[in-house]
């Protein structure tokens, strides 16, 4: 699979324009840790995780680091997007109904 940037910007434009739309131009996240999968593991569903390679992520320490880049108080890099998965998938689940 190949994923274009540009449209990948315009599909979450479309994406963000419909939930502010339906109301949603703040998002109180009423949850704050969550399991974080290994990529190793992620990926492969034909092996089950181990258990003590599962650990904690937070989505105010994953805003926190996203808003230091917003602000350039810190550079991006390829790991923002992994933070910024974690805060689309949670908006997501508590948007859901």
Known sequence: ??????????????????IE???NRHIDLTTDYY???PKA????P???P????LTLGQLTFDWDSLTRILDRRDEPTEYALI???AIIRAIGDQLLP
């Open 21 to 23: 739309k339906e109301g």
């Open 83 to 85: 933070w910024l998965a």
């Open 41 to 44: 593991s992620l990926y492969d």
């Open 35 to 37: 399991w974080h999968i």
């Open 46 to 48: 034909y092996k089950q």
């Open 50 to 53: 181990e258990p003590e390679t």
């Open 1 to 18: 699979m190949n994923i274009d940037t540009k449209q990948l910007r315009d599909v979450f434009d479309r994406i963000l324009c419909y």
